[in-house]
């Protein structure tokens, strides 16, 4: 296999922001790569680095061999593109719309009427053709976004967040969309906040946070990289602010972090600790509602990299 997108050592500076600072990866043709990291880390400016939309402050990017800065005609040839915001123009049908973005892509006559109906088809909306965008729900305007990113059946797809802000059916949907087009060839470039989707979705991953590449590999690579670690997930509700710091202070505590209703504990030993866990979180007023332990996830490798939880 060779590499079909090539991103090396590549900066966007906004002022005195650095977004993306020194990332490197490459994806492999057919493979399904996801870049996960949470909001902000910069996978929205690298999609659209790569996508021709803005220009690096530094570093290449090469897609199918051409270059995004010498030959940004053949680059936007070989992509397509689902943007995390919707791109549809709401008082047009579904068919309407995806007839105008595949004249967009050139298509024309008995092609583009052919494509609008295997991209209907694959969005499961075929019989929802005829209405218009803003009768939708906001999974439904996903689906058709996804859709118009398919028309011209590109070498390489790439996904910002395709599956923000709708409801479990069509989010659902989505995923199994992308693992369909996939399977056909496509390569994809899938970016998300959702650790389940990657672990889910994707061959290879690559972890961001502020603006660089902080860990990659396959899921069972990154899962290596916390070792023999357990992970423990604790929910609780009256937690104190100081709470955590004597957490981590118990002996076989490795990392910890919280958010308002849960504790995620990494240890090499969980057995050794859940007593005097559960006893220091009571001690400190907390009501422990349940406890559970489970092998690393990419939760768990964030954690370990930069002491903080993925959702944050």
């Given amino acids: 296999m060779s590499a079909i997108v090539e991103v090396?050592?590549?900066?966007?500076r906004f002022g005195d922001l650095i977004a993306v600072d020194g990332v490197s990866f490459a994806i492999e043709q057919g493979e399904l790569?996801?870049?996960?990291?949470p909001n902000g880390a910069g996978k929205t400016t690298t999609i659209s680095m790569i996508s021709c939309l803005i220009e690096p402050s530094a570093g290449s990017i090469a897609v199918d061999g051409s270059s995004?800065?010498?030959a940004p005609g053949a680059v936007k040839s070989a992509l397509g593109i689902v943007p995390q915001e919707i791109a549809l123009y709401p008082t047009l049908t579904a068919a309407e719309n995806l007839s105008f973005w595949g004249q967009m892509y050139g298509l024309a006559g008995s092609e583009l009427k052919q494509a609008v109906a295997d991209a209907l088809e694959l969005a499961g909306l075929a019989d929802r053709a005829k209405e218009r965008i803003e009768k939708y729900s906001g999974g439904m305007k996903r689906r058709v976004n996804i859709a118009a990113g398919i028309l011209h059946k590109p070498k390489v797809l790439l996904m910002d967040e395709p599956?923000?802000?709708i409801d479990p059916q069509s989010r659902n949907h989505i995923l199994e969309?992308?693992?369909?087009l996939n399977a056909s060839g496509m390569t994809v470039l899938y970016t998300s906040h959702y650790m389940e989707e990657v672990e889910y979705l994707c061959d290879r991953i690559a972890i961001m946070d502020h603006g660089q590449i902080i860990a990659s590999g396959t899921l069972n690579e990154l899962r290596n990289v916390v070792g023999g670690m357990d992970v423990v997930d604790v929910k609780v509700t009256d937690v104190s602010e100081g709470v955590l710091e004597d957490v981590r202070a118990i002996a076989g505590v490795k990392q910890a972090d919280r958010t308002d209703s849960a504790l995620q504990v990494l240890t090499p030993s969980s057995g050794s600790i859940l007593g005097k866990l559960v006893a220091t979180l009571?001690?400190?007023g907390a009501h422990v509602t349940s406890?559970?332990?489970t092998e690393p996830n990419l939760e768990s490798v964030f954690?370990?990299?930069?002491g903080k939880s993925l959702r944050d």
């Fill in 8 to 12: 090396s050592k590549l900066v966007k």
């Fill in 33 to 37: 790569f996801g870049l996960l990291g």
């Fill in 68 to 70: 995004v800065a010498s």
């Fill in 163 to 165: 599956t923000v802000g």
């Fill in 177 to 180: 969309t992308v693992k369909q």
């Fill in 282 to 284: 009571e001690s400190e």
């Fill in 291 to 293: 406890v559970s332990v």
């Fill in 303 to 306: 954690l370990h990299l930069t």
